[in-house]
């Protein structure tokens, strides 16, 4: 199931793999996506990919998000107990990336 959100500057599209309908989720992942403007100020898409493993008990829960900007892809994968921890994982990852790559803009 894959849903699709847009604003000004962030286009956020969630996809739900193994899972039923988890529309909290779906809109914590969208407010998170949203939430990486605060380091890059250009256009992006963000693509979040929720999946469901049946095979680990514990760290079941993955988030993958890919960010796409100028000329530039991000991903980061993490894996927890809840969505929430996976995603805030991701953020967290996409983050820094985010802030390393303005850095490298600027010095150029």
Excluded: W
């Amino acid at each position: 199931m894959t849903n699709s959100v847009t604003t000004d500057a962030v286009a956020v599209k969630v996809t739900l793999r193994h899972s039923n309908n988890h529309g909290s989720i779906e809109g914590y992942a969208q407010d998170a996506a949203a939430g990486l403007t605060k380091f890059y100020a250009g256009p992006m898409n963000c693509h979040v990919i929720l999946d469901h493993q049946k095979n680990d008990y514990e760290q079941n829960k993955l988030a993958e998000i890919t960010v796409h900007v100028a000329q530039r892809d991000f991903v980061a994968r993490e894996s927890g107990q809840s969505y929430e921890q996976a995603i805030d994982s991701c953020v967290d990852s996409l983050s820094k990336q985010l802030k390393k790559f303005k850095e490298k803009q600027r010095s150029i």
